[in-house]
């Protein structure tokens, strides 16, 4: 079992939708990164948070970390947020970084 | 502007010829870290280096080799030893990941590796 998952794989949606995807993981961890890496192969930092909740824009990620859960969603989402979203944890122990295999999103007009 | 920079974007090689991907920061990050992506995978560690003149190996780290004699650059070879070298080669850099507080990774733009 991988130590970062994601879920779903592949979100197909209408532009507008509210889109969420979801990150689970069994580590303990330092930090969350949430990025977004288009189809040219470039990877932006989206989020990174520890605690609670951070807002930029139209995108909102979440993290409990009792749970080992985070969130991002994309409210009003356009044609234009049609990327790959990755999450990775910092491990606490080693501070390494454990990549999700992302979550292939494609926001239809 | 500060930024990483990877070169080239798209490389062909090939069998049995290594080949040296280049990365370049301007961030005056120490650490600096190479991943391999293959479809449907999450990012895969292959090397990492903290401090000049040292780096340290990843999950995958059989035929690839590294370089860090400058703070601002980290080159990655794929030798002809990597059985499966055609692949997404990313470099990221970011300040010392013991730092305290959050630290940010910033990302290069990618080299995508196809062996002809």
């Known amino acids: 079992k991988n130590e970062v998952e994601q879920s779903p794989q592949n979100l197909t949606a209408q532009e507008g939708e509210f889109i969420t995807i979801n990150c689970s993981y069994s580590v303990g961890i330092s930090a969350l990164h949430w990025l977004q890496q288009h189809p040219g192969g470039g990877i932006v930092s989206l989020f990174m948070?520890?605690?609670?909740?951070k807002k930029h824009g139209r995108l909102i990620a979440t993290i409990n970390i009792q749970e080992k859960h985070s969130s991002l969603h994309i409210t009003a989402s356009h044609p234009r947020d049609s990327a790959v979203y990755i999450c990775a944890v910092r491990s606490r122990s080693n501070y390494q970084l454990i990549w999700g295999a992302g979550t292939k999103l494609i926001i239809k007009p | 502007d500060g930024g990483i920079t990877q070169s080239p974007k798209y490389l062909f090689r090939k069998e049995g010829q290594n080949v040296t991907l280049s990365c370049e920061q301007n961030?005056?990050?120490?650490?600096m870290y190479w991943y391999r992506q293959d479809p449907g995978q999450g990012l895969r560690l292959i090397y990492y280096?903290?401090?000049?003149?040292?780096?340290q190996k990843g999950d995958i780290a059989e035929g690839y080799s590294v370089s860090r004699e400058k703070k601002e650059s980290f080159p990655l070879t794929v030798t002809s030893a990597q059985k499966n070298p055609t692949a997404f080669y990313l470099c990221a850099s970011s300040i010392f990941p013991r730092a305290r507080g959050l630290t940010e990774a910033f990302f290069g733009q990618g080299t995508r590796l196809t062996v002809v």
């Open positions: 961030l005056n990050h120490d650490a």
């Open positions: 280096s903290q401090i000049v003149n040292d780096f």
């Open positions: 948070l520890s605690s609670g909740k």
